[in-house]
């Protein structure tokens, strides 16, 4: 692989290593990490390089970023993302990068913030009912609602289920193919490739009909797909249909995805832990007193952020990214050329104890000592970093930033058995059966001003 062997050799053309990595990915990783912190990994006919030292995953992702592209994984993408900012590389990611991001710039975010809290109190009346819920459903309905109101003035919350369930089957197809030993081109009529373009089909159908909506009205709304639809080329020509629809799908789908897992997994840590949840109780009295948060409130709420901040950790919605060199690059004196495929997961560094005390244990106030996370290098980046830094990542802290605390406030919540909390590691982090949580009546507790007012 390069002139230097690395430390550590794992795998070989048989089917052991492919299995091992196909059944758990997560536990495969992590082993294979807490070995060595530079894994030559070879899987049948693939090889890659698994990188788990900070230091070396800042080298891949900023000082040396311009030596890589995606990697092989995300290609898969490209019959979903099209050449969407996700997918795309060089100049042209480059443009339409800076299309995008006024979208979401620190103004722009303040006046979505009342759209997400509209969403968010709507969901927060239905759990005042108690009872068990889906959690994970309920997020992602709420994602849904917010990315397609915020982003593209779209209601979509009908569609929601509907949506959820055909990104799921895209990412599992996808995730198959990455995997596979062989991977079966998508135009085999196989039952999975069948369920694949039916699905497909489906969300086509949505972001088009987004696009033909703006177009027949002709009305502007000042988001992000007004910038999209007006840019221009050097020539002076507009966008293809073709170009929007892989623009407003990556937004669209990744600008949903990331929150809606990360909010989930959060409240299923609270409902784990109610020493957390007491605490975070006590915040949202003594701050918001019953009423829902907006961004300035947020930033009083730093128990709040440490909370999110830890669900991150644990449970990172983007577990793992890959990166292609197209020049040589060097990591800690060993050469590597050209074409070397790198690996690189969040979940592995978020959990590593070298750099995390009590790796497993959720503990939010870790994120209350400044000194945390540690350094140097990369040991927590659940939004990537580097110019390729995810560019909904203010977007998602405050939408989880709010919709933690309007939620959290109606309910205490409790675990519930069935069914099994899974991790399922697709290309991002998903529940595998759902996330089902009981919500229960709030504890009575006093008025922390009345105990206040009440002593000597």
Known sequence: MED????????????RTFWALRRDPLAFFTDVARKTDLADIQVGPRRFLLVSHPEDIAAILITQHKKFIKGRGLQFTRPVLGNGLLTSEGEFWQRQRRLAQPAFHRDRLASYARDMVRVG??????????????????????????????????????LADQVHADLGTLMRYTNRRIRAFVPLPTWLPTPASRRFRHALSRLDAVIYDIIRQREATGKTAGDVLDRLMAATDEAGGHMSHAQLRDEVMTLFLAGHETTANGLAWT???????????????????????????????VERLPYTQAVIQEGLRLYPPAWMMARQAVAPFTLRGYEFPAGTQVVMSQWVMHRHPRYHPEPERFWPDRWLDRSYPPGPGLTYFPFGAGPRLCIGRPFALLEMALLLPILGQV????????PPVVPEPLITLRPKYGLSLRLEPLPARADPRTVAEALP
């Open 4 to 15: 230097r062997p690395v430390p550590t050799s794992v795998g070989g053309p048989g089917f």
């Open 121 to 158: 109190e709507a969901l927060a009346e239905e759990w005042r009912a108690g009872g068990v819920r889906d959690v994970a459903r309920d997020t992602t309905r709420l994602a849904l609602a917010i990315a397609g109101k915020t982003l593209f003035n779209v209601e979509v919350g009908p």
């Open 267 to 297: 409240f299923y840590l609270i409902a784990q832990h109610p020493e957390v949840q007491e605490r975070l109780h006590q915040e949202w009295e003594e701050v918001l007193h019953g009423r829902s948060p907006d961004p300035g409130t």
């Open 411 to 418: 309910a205490w919540l409790s675990p519930w058995p069935k």
